[in-house]
């Protein structure tokens, strides 16, 4: 079975630090590309963040940049997402998707989702 699984999400005070994964089973993450985006409620789902499989480019949205920090680990088949200097518009439920990543990806490039980990920043 085919599946990406989220973790790492929870409660955290504002300026604090969270490092969510994104687990692969069912395949090899190295060639595909990885986007994170996130949903708040009552929001619509955005992009945060996705890398290249093919050459490890990275991309953020401009509310992430300098904050935040997508990597991957080939060996564990899981990508990260480092999140620090959180700030409590960063609440939202955080998926990863495998998809098309380039300068401007758009959420419908992206399929295969997980399920989700929760965000919540607040103090």
């Known amino acids: 079975q085919v599946q990406l699984v989220e973790s790492g999400g929870g409660l955290v005070q504002p300026g604090g630090s969270l490092r969510l994964s994104c687990a692969a089973s069912?395949?090899?993450?190295?060639?595909?590309?990885i986007g994170w985006f996130r949903q708040a409620p009552g929001k619509e789902r955005e992009g945060v963040s996705c890398?290249?499989?093919?050459?490890?480019?990275?991309y953020y949205a401009d509310f992430v940049k300098g904050r935040f920090t997508i990597s991957r680990d080939n060996a564990k088949n899981t990508v990260y997402l480092q999140m620090n200097s959180l700030k409590p518009e960063d609440t939202a439920v955080y998926y990863c998707?495998?998809?098309?990543?380039?300068?401007?990806?758009?959420?419908?490039?992206?399929?295969?989702w997980g399920q989700g980990t929760q965000v919540t920043v607040s103090s």
């Open positions: 890398i290249s499989s093919s050459d490890g480019s990275t």
């Open positions: 069912g395949f090899t993450l190295d060639y595909y590309d």
């Open positions: 998707a495998t998809g098309a990543c380039y300068s401007d990806y758009q959420d419908s490039d992206f399929g295969s």
